[in-house]
């Protein structure tokens, strides 16, 4: 097997909408695997571009950061694609329900729970505020972090919408992600990489 477990990122593009809204957005799409397995973060827009990404790997899973439909949009079409389950927080079960009202999460990610792929472990932190149920993947052995919507390069991600909280998303991203080593590289749902160092001064203190 080879064995370099790595990060590839794939760019989709479409709409987000929520609560009588709708933006085009690009998002992120993370690929972690190496030559021979993945695991999908955060199935976005494009199911067949993101197939054509795994160019024949088995997917291990595709874990969803939370619920909002600019995430999981195409994660339905793509669990068919791969066989892959496609794994949940609870907490934004009713928020998946508005995108695909037929169809349930094969699995549901928990804080602590860790998901293995290409021989390394990635850890879930339940990380509540966008959504109640929020997640991000730390990769230690990347140096890496998925934060989705969570924490991006400036700062906290957005709340103010429905299923959303401004202090609970700081109080999360400080006394959960800004407590992992300064050099870890954030892998955001939209936009650019940014530091866990760089952020520390982006989140307000109590």
């Given at each position: 097997m080879s ?6 990122r794939?760019v989709t ?11 085009d957005v690009?998002?992120n799409?993370w ?9 999908i ?8 571009a993101?197939?054509q ?5 088995h ?6 950061t939370?619920?909002?439909d600019d995430?999981i ?6 669990s068919?694609l791969t066989g892959?389950?496609v794994l949940?927080h ?8 508005h995108?695909?009202p ?7 990610l928990?804080?602590g ?13 339940h990380?509540?505020?966008h959504?109640?149920?929020s997640?991000s993947?730390h990769?230690?052995?990347l140096n ?6 969570t ?11 429905s299923?959303?909280d401004?202090p609970?998303i700081e109080?999360?991203?400080r ?6 080593p300064g050099d ?9 990489d ?10 307000p203190?109590?």
């Open positions: 064995r370099r477990a790595r990060v590839q794939v593009s479409g709409t987000f909408s929520l609560d009588g809204e709708t933006f690009d998002n799409v690929l972690v695997g190496d030559d021979d397995e993945v695991l973060v955060d199935a976005a827009h494009d199911a067949r993101i197939h990404a795994v160019a024949g790997r997917v291990t899973a595709i874990v969803c939370h619920a909002h995430h949009d195409a994660a339905a079409e793509l068919v892959a389950p949940l609870p907490d934004d079960h009713e928020l998946w329900s995108t695909h037929a169809r349930k999460p094969d699995g549901e928990s804080d729970r860790i998901l293995t792929v290409a021989g390394i472990e990635l850890r879930v932190i990380n509540p505020g959504t109640w149920g997640c993947l990769a230690p052995a890496a972090v998925f934060t989705g919507d924490l991006f390069h400036g700062g906290p991600g957005a709340t103010g919408r299923y959303s401004r609970t109080a999360s991203i006394n959960r992600l800004l407590t992992l870890t590289t954030v892998h955001t749902g939209h936009g650019q940014t530091t866990i160092a760089a952020e520390r001064p982006c989140v203190t109590p």
